[in-house]
């Protein structure tokens, strides 16, 4: 009876050590819990499971493992070159499924492709440099998509984005964070909440400075910085240059933790702005850009060749943007944005607007919808109104300005204008993110000439285009 006692407790031990080893293993596993919380260990613990010492054991080989990790990484950081860890690799690839339709039109549909990678040397806090190549016509500054098409041939990659950029810090007993610098040739970095001024594909060139004059985290007023534009649009070896000097006040708020608003002032003045209508439009300039999208009202000689725009261009743009991170009680955020321009320059037609809503995830900047986490949903609409010389049309919104691509049917003779003024429409769009990166994206346009009268293609009726675009995006 004592031997099988004594065998029996024999099993237990055994049995208790190796559930003891597979605890090693689980906790081995296991992150640090919370301060307060109880993590696995404890809880077998308390349950009798294990003992103390295999605890203490468990852990004390969790914390040896840790450090061989990380030795083994430092070991590996230490071979690498000491430049790589400057460099921050970016990019994303977008696959476009677009259809258009429009009453006495054949409808057409296109795939089209958009890939953007980029790299972000980063010297020191104060002082980094950023290239990126992307997809599309070189000639067109409101896109880098690519149209798949001519038979499988290979599509053009173009410099997209080479700039500098400076943080003055400690070097200059400046205070980190006050003023940016950015020079060359870069994205928009100016704030807005719609593309009625700036299509997002604009790569400016020249240069952009900002002052962060407040930055809060708690009370009403959060942030007001001021964005000062230097932007050279063309470099001509005989006259001025036609260039864009322009400047923009950006302030934030809060109320409460209820809601989120900005609103900004922008001033864009064109100078010089006749050359590129000389130069860029014009079909028999050799240096005529057909990739331009033109709706803006023009003066020809009487040859009929184009000598500059009727109006210039001062735009004085307005916009803003409120939050409510939860305005129902659902846990489903929704915000409000609008954008208006005004071209001080012109005596008529010279009024624009973006007005638009949005539900879901996004929090934020629905327009654009930049959603993170799988399972991330936004809905949103916006109405579109701008008059034909509001804004320059070669830079304004890309997606509403193909009206002139589709085929007449048989019998029917129908063109239609192509730039983004001069037009109505309305926009709905749907976004989310089924696996992590990866967003889907399902967008409708309803559009139509606001004055036919005024378009720059003959209009005898003003039929609606219906614009469809179906987006596959990864970033990485």
Same mark, same amino acid.
């Given at each position: 009876?004592?031997?099988?006692?004594?065998?029996?407790?024999?099993?237990?031990?055994?049995?208790?050590?190796?559930? !003891?080893?597979?605890?090693?293993?689980?906790?081995?596993?296991?992150?640090?819990?919370?301060?307060?919380?109880?993590?696995?260990?404890?809880?077998?613990?308390? *349950? !009798?499971?294990?003992?103390?010492?295999?605890?203490?054991?468990?852990?004390?080989?969790?914390?040896?493992?840790?450090?061989?990790?990380?030795?083994?990484?430092?070991?590996?950081?230490?071979?690498?070159?000491?430049?790589?860890?400057?460099?921050?690799?970016?990019?994303?690839?977008?696959?476009?499924?677009?259809?258009?339709?429009?009453?006495?039109?054949?409808?057409?549909?296109?795939?089209?492709?958009?890939?953007?990678?980029?790299?972000?040397?980063?010297?020191?806090?104060?002082?980094?440099?950023?290239?990126?190549?992307?997809?599309?016509?070189?000639?067109?500054?409101?896109?880098?998509?690519?149209?798949?098409?001519?038979?499988?041939?290979?599509?053009?990659?173009?410099?997209?984005?080479? +700039?500098?950029?400076?943080?003055?810090? $400690?070097?200059?007993?400046?205070?980190?964070?006050?003023?940016?610098?950015?020079?060359?040739?870069?994205?928009?970095?100016?704030?807005?909440?719609?593309?009625?001024? #700036?299509?997002?594909?604009?790569?400016?060139?020249?240069?952009?400075?900002?002052?962060?004059?407040?930055?809060?985290?708690?009370?009403?007023?959060?942030?007001?910085?001021?964005?000062?534009?230097? #932007?050279?649009?063309?470099?001509?070896?005989? !006259?001025?240059?036609?260039?864009?000097?322009?400047?923009?006040?950006?302030?934030?708020?809060?109320?409460?933790?209820?809601?989120?608003?900005?609103?900004?002032?922008?001033? +864009?003045? +064109?100078?010089?702005?006749?050359?590129?209508?000389?130069?860029?439009?014009?079909?028999?300039?050799?240096?005529?850009?057909?990739?331009?999208?033109?709706?803006?009202?023009?003066?020809?000689?009487?040859?009929?060749?184009?000598?500059?725009?009727? +109006? !210039?261009?001062?735009?004085?743009?307005?916009? @803003?943007?409120?939050?409510?991170?939860?305005?129902?009680?659902?846990?489903?955020?929704?915000?409000?944005?609008?954008?208006?321009?005004?071209?001080?320059?012109?005596?008529?037609?010279?009024?624009?607007?973006?007005?638009?809503?949005?539900?879901?995830?996004?929090? *934020?900047?629905?327009?654009?919808?930049?959603?993170?986490?799988?399972?991330?949903?936004?809905?949103?609409?916006?109405?579109?109104?701008?008059?034909?010389?509001?804004?320059?049309?070669?830079?304004?919104?890309?997606?509403?300005?193909?009206?002139?691509?589709?085929?007449? $049917?048989?019998?029917?003779?129908?063109? @239609?204008? *192509?730039?983004?003024?001069?037009?109505?429409?309305?926009?709905?769009?749907?976004?989310?993110?089924?696996?992590?990166?990866?967003?889907?994206?399902?967008?409708?346009?309803?559009?139509?000439?606001?004055?036919?009268?005024?378009?720059?293609?003959?209009?005898?009726?003003?039929?609606?285009?219906?614009?469809?675009?179906?987006?596959?995006?990864? $970033?990485?």
């Amino acid at each position: 009876m004592e031997a099988r006692s004594g065998r029996h407790r024999s099993r237990r031990r055994t049995g208790r050590a190796s559930l !003891g080893a597979t605890v090693v293993l689980a906790l081995a596993a296991l992150t640090a819990c919370p301060s307060g919380a109880k993590d696995l260990g404890d809880i077998l613990l308390d *349950k !009798g499971v294990i003992t103390p010492d295999e605890l203490r054991q468990a852990r004390e080989d969790e914390k040896q493992q840790q450090a061989a990790g990380e030795s083994r990484l430092d070991a590996l950081r230490a071979q690498l070159p000491k430049w790589l860890e400057m460099l921050t690799p970016f990019g994303d690839i977008r696959l476009r499924d677009e259809g258009f339709y429009q009453e006495d039109k054949s409808a057409r549909n296109r795939f089209r492709v958009r890939a953007r990678i980029g790299l972000t040397a980063t010297v020191s806090d104060e002082i980094s440099g950023t290239v990126r190549l992307a997809t599309g016509n070189s000639n067109d500054p409101i896109s880098t998509n690519q149209t798949l098409d001519s038979t499988f041939t290979d599509k053009p990659i173009s410099l997209n984005w080479a +700039y500098l950029t400076l943080k003055p810090g $400690k070097t200059f007993n400046i205070e980190p964070g006050w003023v940016t610098v950015t020079a060359g040739k870069f994205g928009l970095n100016n704030w807005r909440p719609s593309e009625l001024v #700036w299509d997002d594909d604009v790569s400016p060139e020249g240069a952009t400075e900002t002052l962060n004059l407040i930055e809060r985290r708690e009370g009403f007023l959060r942030g007001v910085r001021v964005n000062a534009f230097q #932007w050279i649009v063309n470099e001509v070896s005989s !006259g001025a240059d036609p260039w864009i000097p322009g400047g923009q006040v950006v302030g934030e708020a809060a109320f409460d933790g209820t809601a989120s608003w900005t609103l900004a002032f922008a001033d +864009y003045y +064109y100078s010089h702005i006749n050359e590129v209508a000389r130069n860029f439009l014009e079909p028999s300039s050799p240096n005529f850009n057909s990739q331009l999208a033109n709706s803006n009202d023009v003066v020809k000689n009487t040859s009929g060749k184009i000598t500059g725009y009727r +109006y !210039g261009f001062n735009v004085l743009n307005a916009n @803003t943007e409120l939050d409510f991170p939860d305005p129902v009680g659902l846990g489903i955020p929704a915000g409000a944005f609008g954008d208006v321009a005004y071209n001080s320059q012109a005596s008529t037609r010279n009024a624009g607007c973006y007005l638009g809503a949005g539900i879901g995830n996004a929090g *934020k900047d629905w327009y654009r919808n930049t959603l993170k986490n799988r399972g991330d949903w936004g809905l949103s609409y916006t109405y579109a109104w701008i008059e034909k010389d509001a804004v320059p049309s070669i830079f304004s919104f890309s997606d509403i300005n193909e009206y002139s691509t589709l085929p007449a $049917k048989a019998g029917a003779s129908r063109p @239609t204008q *192509k730039g983004g003024t001069n037009l109505i429409a309305h926009i709905v769009r749907v976004d989310y993110v089924v696996l992590p990166s990866l967003q889907l994206t399902a967008k409708a346009y309803i559009e139509n000439v606001l004055d036919r009268s005024i378009s720059n293609a003959p209009l005898t009726q003003n039929p609606t285009l219906l614009r469809t675009q179906l987006d596959a995006m990864l $970033k990485f």
